[in-house]
C-alpha cells in the first residue's frame, strides 16, 4: 500500500565494514526533521514520507542522499557510510550532538596520540607535566588551577573512574597509564562543573576516554631511541564483524633510563582485551580487560640553589633512591539496549585491583638530619561500582524533550594505606600513617533538555551520598570511625543555534571534590565537601568554511576545604578561592592534508580570604597555550609540529618565589608504503631548550647545611630527544 501520509522511519547507519555508526546525522530535507543515530547506530526519525531526500553524515565520512522509497518503510532500512579524511568545511555546527567532541576527534585523527603523556595534551587548554621517572601519575593543570593529579578534574574510561579517592599520595590521584594510545576512539570532555552525569571531582571539568570497539588492521610497531629508549606493541585482530561481534587484543612494552645521571630502569607493561557483541542485531555489550604493571627508580625534585652552586647538574640528584612501582588491573562492562522507540538504557559496572608504592624525598634532611627525610607511601585497593542511565524522547507540543536520570554506586576498599619513614627504600624508621579506609559514595541525577525552536534549555540535579570509614592501625584501641555527608548539585544550562554556524551557550552549575577519608573523619564530617560554583558563556563560531574559533569567558568559585597533604600526612586548611578567564580555540584547514589549531586560557585566580599581594595561588597558570600544524596523508606522509607553552606562575602565596615558565617544540613525520608499512621518526624539545616540567616552592635542608632554605625544586624537562618507528599493519 503506498504510504501517503507521515510516519516514523526506522533505520540503522553502519560503516563500509558493517559496523554500527554512532552519532549520525539524519536530516529529513523535505520536511526539516533531524535524528542521531545511536551507539547501536539504530535511529527513528518522524515526519517522513516516500519521496522525502534523505541527508545522512558524519565528521569523517562522505555524506550519504537517499531518496525515500516504498521498500525503506517495509524492510529494514540500512545506510552506509564511507570513510574519508576529516574535512573542517563539514562540519555544521547544528548537525553536531556536541561540537566541541567532534572538534576533538578532528585533532584526534589530525594529529594522532603515540605516547600515554600525549593523552591529556588533547583536551584543549590542558596543560601536564611528569616528575618521578615516568611511573607516577601526571601534574596537571587547567583553568587556573594545579589540580596535582586529579583533584579538581574527573577522569574515566569507558565510564569507569579513574581518580583515586582517599589515595596514599594525594586526594583524586589519576594514573592514566593503563590506557595504550592507540586505542583510544574517542575524547569527551566538558569544562566546568556544569554536567549532572559527573560527580565527584568534576569541578575544572571531566575527562572521558573512549575505547575502540574494533580495530581496522592488526598491527605490531617499534619504537627506539636516545636514554634506551624502547615500545613495543602488538594490536591483534581476533573477530571483525563475525556474527556481529568484535574483539581485539594488544600487548605495550615500555622502558627506558631517560636523560638523568642516574637511569630510570623504569619499565611498563600494558594489555588489553575487548569483545564486543550486538544481541539480536540490537542491544550492545561489550567486555574491557586492561591490566598494567610498572616499575621506576626517579632523581626526584631537586633544589635550584644545588645546581647553580655546581653540586650537581639539571639531571642530577640529592636523592636518586626514589622511585617505585604500582600496578591496576580492570574489568569492565558496557550494555547498551533500545528498550522502545522512546526509550534507551545505558549501563556499565566494573571493578578495579590497584596496587601502589612510591617512595619520595622532598626535603632531603631538613627532619632528619642522620637519615634522611625519604618516605614511603603505599596501598592496596579494590573499587566495585555500577552506572544506569535511561534516556526517554518525549513531544511537548511543539517541544522536543530528553529526559536522562541515572543511578549509581562506587565503593573504595583500601587496605593498609600507608605513610612511613624510610631509609633507601629498604628500611621502614617510622610509620607516620598506616589503616584501613572503607568510601562509599551513591548518586542518582535527573537531567532534562527541552529544545524550542532555535533554543535548548537543560535544567539538572544531582544527589551524592557518602559514608567514610577509616580504622587507624596506629590507635591503641581498635575503633572505626564513620562519617556520612551528602551533596545536593543543581545545573541550568542554555544553548541557542542562531545559524549552522553559529552556537552561543550558557552554562550554571554547582559541583564538589570530595575529600580523604582520613580528613573526614578528623574534621567530624565538617567542611568536607565544599563546593564549587561556575558559570560559562561561550560560543562555538564557524566564520569561514575551513575554520573554527570557540570562546569563553568563565567563573569559578571554592567555598572552604580542608586538605590532606599525603606527603606529610597533615591537614592543612584552604580558604575560599576564585577563579575567572578566558577560553580562546581555533582550528584551521588550509587544504585536505595541512591542519592547524591552537588553544589559549587566560586566568585571574585568587585567595579570597587573604590580603592583597598575599593571596597568590600557589602554582596557577595565568596563561597557558598550546597547538599546532599536522600534516595528513600528504604523499604518503604524515606528521606534526606541536607546541606548548605555560607562563611564569606564583610558587607561593606572595609571589615572593615564581615557577619559571616554558616554551616547548615537539616534532614527528612518517611515511607510509603500500597502505601498511610506516617508517616515522618523532623529536621531543626540538630546539633543545632547557625547561623546569614540574617546580614547587619547598623548603629543605642539604646535608651540608645548618638552615632549611625554601625556593624552587624542580624536575627537569626532556632535552632534545629523538627515537624512530617501525609499525606494520596487516
Known sequence: ?????????????????????????????????HAHSQVNGQFIIDKTHVGDSLEIGLLGYKD???????????????????????????????????????????????DPVNSSQEILRKVPGL??????????????????????????????????????????????????????????????????PYYANKGDFATAGYVDFKIKDNIKNSLVSFDYGQFNSLRTLALINLLDNVNSQNAYVGVEYLATDGPYESPQNFDRLNLIGKYTTYLKGDDKLSFTLTHFKSRWDASGQIPQRAVDNGSITRFGAIDDTEGGNTSRSNFNVNYFSVLNDDTKLKASAYYSKYKFELYSNFTFFLEDPVNGDQIKQKEDRDIYGFDLQITKNKQLGSVEATYTSGVGLRHDDVNDIELSHTLNRKETLENIQLGDVNQTNMFAFINAAFEIGDFTIAPALRLDYFKFMYNDALATEYSTLDETKTALSPKLNFFYNQNENLQWFLKTGIGFHSNDTRVVVQQQGRDILPKAYGSDLGAIWKPFPKMVFNTAVWYLFLEQEFVYVGDAGIVEPSGK??????????????????????????????????????????????????????????????????????????????????????????????????????LGVAIENLFDVDWNETQFATESRLQNEVDPVEEIHFTPGTPFFIKGNVTYKF
Open 1 to 33: 500500500m503506498q504510504v501517503t501520509q507521515s510516519q516514523n522511519l526506522k533505520g540503522k547507519v553502519v560503516d563500509e565494514n558493517n559496523q554500527p555508526v554512532e552519532n549520525a546525522y539524519i536530516y529529513n530535507k523535505t520536511t526539516s526533521s
Open 64 to 110: 550519504t542522499t537517499l531518496i525515500l522509497s516504498q521498500n525503506n518503510f517495509d524492510s529494514n532500512f540500512v545506510a552506509t557510510l564511507k570513510s574519508k579524511l576529516i574535512s573542517l568545511d563539514e562540519l555544521v555546527l547544528t548537525e553536531q550532538i556536541n561540537a566541541m567532541h567532534s572538534i576533538a576527534k578532528l585533532d584526534l585523527q589530525s
Open 127 to 192: 596543560i601536564i607535566g611528569q616528575h618521578a621517572g615516568g611511573g607516577k601519575a601526571e601534574q596537571i593543570f587547567l583553568r587556573g588551577f594545579d589540580i596535582d593529579h586529579g583533584t579538581d578534574i574527573n577522569l574515566s574510561v569507558d565510564g569507569m573512574p579513574v581518580n583515586m579517592v582517599s589515595h596514599a599520595h594525594g586526594q583524586g590521584y589519576s594514573d592514566l597509564h593503563f590506557l595504550i594510545p592507540e586505542t583510544i576512539d574517542n575524547i569527551d570532555f566538558g569544562k566546568g
Open 577 to 678: 578561592t576564585e577563579r575567572y578567564g578566558l577560553d580562546l580555540g581555533l582550528r584551521y584547514q588550509f587544504n585536505d592534508w595541512l591542519y592547524f589549531d591552537t588553544d589559549a586560557t587566560l586566568t585571574h585566580a585568587r585567595s579570597v580570604d587573604d590580603p592583597s599581594g598575599e593571596n597568590y595561588i600557589p602554582l596557577a597558570p595565568d596563561f597557558t597555550l598550546a597547538g599546532g600544524l599536522s600534516i595528513n596523508d600528504f604523499y604518503n606522509f604524515s606528521g606534526g609540529l606541536r607546541y606548548r607553552f605555560i607562563d611564569d606562575r606564583p610558587a607561593n602565596e606572595d609571589n615572593s618565589i615564581v615557577a619559571e615558565g616554558y616554551f616547548v617544540t615537539d616534532f614527528n613525520v612518517n611515511y607510509t608504503f603500500n597502505n601498511n608499512l610506516t
